[in-house]
């Protein structure tokens, strides 16, 4: 047995325990697990409780100093920057079950401080809001709308960089407005539903749209966070600080500890989505694959992703059961940028050590934070 396994056994901390304890699942059987807790879950969160109605529990605070530029009805634009010169870097965060700081998680564990370390000098992230029961009406376009705003207020072009449900929200969005996206970095995003198959695509696969409906109808018109992070499977210490934060062997038990409660608050921070927001994306995104087949219609127009023809970059990790690399690396055939400008990348890990793995973040991140800057870089000069 490891030291780290059994730190696991011995001194799980007490705040992840309820969260994170559950058994270890095989990877080969995560898939299946997958599905049948999420079957079986989605009977009992298409029904109201009264837990619901509860106070949610407190957002994880974000450890980068920053600045609140933009209070908009879907997000707050949060400045990182440490200078004001060069074009921004605008992080597209996930608009999923989970709050945008995983964007900026903890030290050695930010991509926030990552990029700026790596010599970027402005660094914003869209930090999108918990949908309340005013909110609940908003959809796909809504929040284009205000990410738009966003790149405005910015100073267009971009650089733009999508994570996970961000991330081919960023890619709608460089189709929709090219002009406005100087570089686009995608990382576990799903592009193509049909070029691969995840955990979620199977999910989604194996319940009717009439399911998805339900929960949003039992949520008074929105998809209650907490209530859907119940369906899936719960990780162990030992797979969160090795398969995640990817944290040395050596660090200290103290510090271990520390990140472990970390991420047990963080994943306790669900967000609720608006009711059209979560269909539009489970019936267009998922059940039609309309990004990969050219029908997606959002601010009025159809989206072609041939449209996309700034310089890209891909990054998948290779056992994300959340989204198969193929289904963001199909993007390489779909996109107009020529095939010398598009680089691609398959880390190894799991979805989440894509945006908090120490060992990606200090290895891909840095390189993706040079190919960010290489065109930026006096004559003659050479990125660090």
């Known amino acids: 047995m490891s030291r780290r396994d059994e730190r696991d056994i011995h001194s799980a901390p007490s705040s992840a325990s309820g969260t994170h304890g559950a058994s270890l699942l095989s990877p080969l059987l995560w898939p299946l697990a997958?599905?049948?807790?999420?079957?079986?879950?989605?009977?009992?969160?298409?029904?109201?409780?009264?837990?619901?109605?509860?106070?949610?529990?407190?957002?994880?605070?974000?450890?980068?100093?920053?600045?609140?530029?933009?209070?908009?009805?879907?997000?707050?634009?949060?400045?990182?920057?440490?200078?004001?010169?060069?074009?921004?870097?605008?992080?597209?965060?996930?608009?999923?079950?989970?709050?945008?700081?995983?964007?900026?998680?903890?030290?050695?564990?930010?991509?926030?401080e990552t990029l700026l370390d790596a010599g970027l000098a402005r660094v914003l992230v869209t930090d999108w809001r918990s949908a309340t029961p005013d909110l609940r009406h908003l959809t796909i376009d809504n929040h284009l709308a205000e990410l738009n705003v966003a790149v405005d207020d910015c100073g267009a072009p971009v650089d733009l960089i999508g994570l996970c449900q961000g991330g081919w929200l960023a890619l709608l969005y460089a189709a929709r407005f090219p002009h406005k996206v100087r570089r686009l970095v995608i990382a576990g995003a799903p592009v193509d539903i049909r070029a691969g198959a995840s955990a979620l695509s199977r999910l989604v696969d194996d319940l009717p749209l009439a399911a998805f409906e339900e929960t949003v109808r039992a949520g008074g018109g929105r998809l209650i966070g907490a209530r859907a992070r119940e369906a899936w499977p719960t990780l162990t210490p030992s797979r969160i600080a090795t398969d995640v934060l990817q944290a040395p062997a050596a660090l200290d038990e103290g510090a271990l500890r520390g990140l472990l409660d970390r991420f047990a608050t963080w994943d306790a921070a669900t967000i609720?989505?608006?009711?059209?927001?979560?269909?539009?994306?489970?019936?267009?995104?998922?059940?039609?694959?309309?990004?990969?087949?050219?029908?997606?219609v959002t601010l009025g127009r159809a989206v072609n992703l041939?449209?996309?023809?700034?310089?890209?970059?891909?990054?998948?990790?290779?056992?994300?059961?959340?989204?198969?690399?193929?289904?963001?690396?199909?993007?390489?055939?779909?996109?107009?940028?020529p095939a010398h400008a598009i680089e691609t990348a398959v880390e190894p890990g799991e979805h989440l050590s894509l945006f908090l793995g120490a060992g990606t973040l200090r290895g891909r991140w840095r390189r993706i934070a040079r190919w960010l800057r290489d065109d930026q870089l006096e004559p003659g000069s050479k990125a660090a």
């Open 306 to 337: 041939r449209d996309v023809r700034c310089p890209a970059y891909l990054l998948a990790a290779r056992d994300d059961q959340i989204v198969a690399p193929e289904q963001l690396l199909a993007a390489v055939r779909l996109l107009g940028t």
């Open 272 to 296: 609720d989505l608006p009711g059209p927001y979560y269909l539009q994306v489970v019936q267009w995104l998922f059940k039609e694959n309309r990004i990969a087949r050219g029908t997606f």
């Open 34 to 112: 997958a599905t049948l807790a999420f079957q079986s879950a989605a009977l009992s969160i298409m029904t109201p409780r009264a837990a619901d109605r509860r106070e949610p529990p407190p957002a994880p605070d974000w450890p980068t100093p920053h600045r609140i530029t933009l209070e908009l009805q879907t997000m707050r634009l949060r400045d990182f920057s440490r200078r004001p010169e060069g074009p921004p870097a605008l992080i597209c965060a996930p608009l999923a079950l989970h709050g945008a700081s995983v964007a900026d998680f903890a030290s050695g564990h930010s991509l926030v």
